[in-house]
């Protein structure tokens, strides 16, 4: 049996007295695409966040590739890592926001060279090779130049995409990555992502583009008010979903 | 001034041309009396008289004009000037510096070192600058000698030199007014950027140094380039630790001269002057900084008059992009 990408076991999450994530259970193979859908508020971005440990988990085990995630394990006790330790394990998971997040004083190359000059200390010269491989892979080698405020959002997003892949991660985090986008302009984004998905990149993808769900996820999940309500290949899922939650999620999504 | 309005329209070809009988005539340009805007002409003439009147006070004043032009570029008076400049700006430097490690660790999510700073900004700020100078100046009445075991050792007096007393003076108070510049600037940067920055594997002080702090610096230049105008100008307080910057040096020879006012137009001149060429160099360094927040950065005022003489000979030339 090969190691999961991500696994997670009864993982909670509390915002103060809020209780977000109520035991969450699932667990992502290597080069699946992994799509999340579910109502507005019900903790996909929590989860999705809890994964590159941008937030804590409360309770529970998250572990991305056989990894526990901000911690260490000795024996039976738990060791919280330091700030740079987190920082070596989220350079192999790459992260795409809702709203691009571009740093916006460097020009969409520079966005893409940043991480692994400062990170990996890799030299100018063979970030910048990559760089533009990674925004010609995303139809942008034009814009190479450009500040992100002289880019469209589509152009901005799949900036953010080549960003995050300079690291060369093993797991890709989507958060919505379409939702800011105007309509015309999410077919770009989504044929980068399709693409990644052939080249078998291991994706969780938080959407609510349920055509894309259909066909590019291998899995899918529907989550509500905190719990995994269903789960199953997308094609069942969104055709033939099998509790009422998700039914009436979809009658109006669909 | 020229009050005719019958200039053939824009456009209209030059020599004769076949036109139809049956075009339209073109049509008669309006023939109005313009809106008189009496209150300009009357608050010109006021200010006007105003200036006069001032001009005329001070040219019967017990004044040597000719003494302010003698001494303006008197040596004494040029190196303070100098002195004035070189405290200043290495005031702001080390205030700058200390002022970003204080909104660091101002923000910081240890509470000892938040609280240090709260401190710290609490008493340099609360406490007049005048007064913070005559306590550094006044340091060897309490510690007569400065002693760092194993490290340095020497009387205070020498350490304590007047300039020395004027950069800790001014640079330490200016650190609690830069801390507070800095902390709003990198409040200012939306979250977002730095969990990106966190995403990527950027440390905590990798994403401050190359992604938080670039993008506030939009935020925070802005009013360190008045912090350090003011900078120019609060210098002159350090008269009261014996530093021989412009207002010390054009002093000692207004009264030995007799000529206090006239050096006191020596002082402000020079003073105007170099506050006037720093806010030139700020309006550039804003500039700069501006880039990735506009699509198109604004013509600077010689860009524009390039752009003016250009259009003379009839090239077209638009914005430059950031
Ligand atoms: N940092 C935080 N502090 C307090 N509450 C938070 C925080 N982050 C999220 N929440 C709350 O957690 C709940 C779930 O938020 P989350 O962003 O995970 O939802 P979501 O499923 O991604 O919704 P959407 O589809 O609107 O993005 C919301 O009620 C939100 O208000
Ligand atoms: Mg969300």
Known sequence: MTTPMVKAEGVHKSFGAAHILKGIDLEVAPREVFCLIGPSGSGKSTFLRCINHLEKINAGRLSVDGELVGYRQKGDKLYELKDSEVALQRRDIGMVFQRFNLFPHMTAIENVMEAPIQVKGETKAVARARAEKLLDRVGLSDKAGNYPTQLSGGQQQRVAIARALAMEPKLMLFDEPTSALDPELVGDVLDVMRGLAEDGMTMIVVTHEMGFAREVGDALVFMDDGVVVESGHPRDVLTDPQHDRTKSFLSKVL | MTDKFDRTPAGSPAGPVSVSKGATPAPENI????????????????????????????????????????????????????????????????????????????????????????????????????????????????????????????????????????????????????????????????????????????????????????????????????????????????????????????????????????????????????????????????????????????????????????????????????
């Open chain 2, 31 to 322: 023939k109005a009396i313009p809106v008189r805007h009496v209150g300009r002409w009357i608050s010109g003439v006021v200010v006007i008289g105003l200036l006069v009147a001032l001009g005329y006070a001070f040219s019967q004043g017990n004044i040597q004009w000719h003494a302010v032009g003698d001494k303006l570029f008197d040596k004494n008076v040029v190196a303070g000037a100098g002195r004035t400049l070189l405290i200043s700006v290495l005031a702001m430097v080390l205030g700058v510096i200390l002022g970003v490690v204080l909104a660091v660790m101002r923000l910081s999510k240890n509470p000892v070192t938040s609280w240090v700073a709260w401190l710290y900004i609490w008493f340099f700020r609360g406490t007049p600058v005048y007064v913070q100078l005559l306590l550094w100046f006044n340091l060897a009445l309490i510690f007569p000698v400065l002693n760092i075991p194993f490290i340095y050792k020497d009387e205070m007096t020498d350490v304590m030199t007047p300039f020395m007393c004027a950069l800790l003076g001014l640079a330490l108070n200016e650190a609690a007014y830069m801390a507070e510049i800095c902390r709003a600037g990198i409040q200012s940067v939306d979250e977002g950027q730095t969990e990106a920055s966190h995403a990527l594997g950027m440390t905590q002080g990798k994403t401050m140094r190359r992604v938080v702090l670039p993008q506030a610096l939009r935020v925070i230049i802005p009013p360190t380039g008045n912090e350090f105008i003011n900078m120019l100008k609060t210098s002159s307080l350090v008269y009261a630790v014996t530093y021989n910057e412009l207002l010390r040096s054009t002093s000692q020879i207004g009264s030995t001269s007799y000529a206090v006012m006239e050096m006191l137009f020596v002082a402000s001149i020079w003073y105007i002057v170099m506050t006037s060429v720093f806010s030139v160099g700020q309006y550039y360094l804003e500039r700069r900084f501006a880039r990735g927040s506009l699509r198109s950065l604004p013509l600077t005022p010689w860009q524009r008059v390039k752009v003016n003489l250009a259009a003379f000979g009839n090239r077209p030339s638009g914005g430059v992009s950031a």
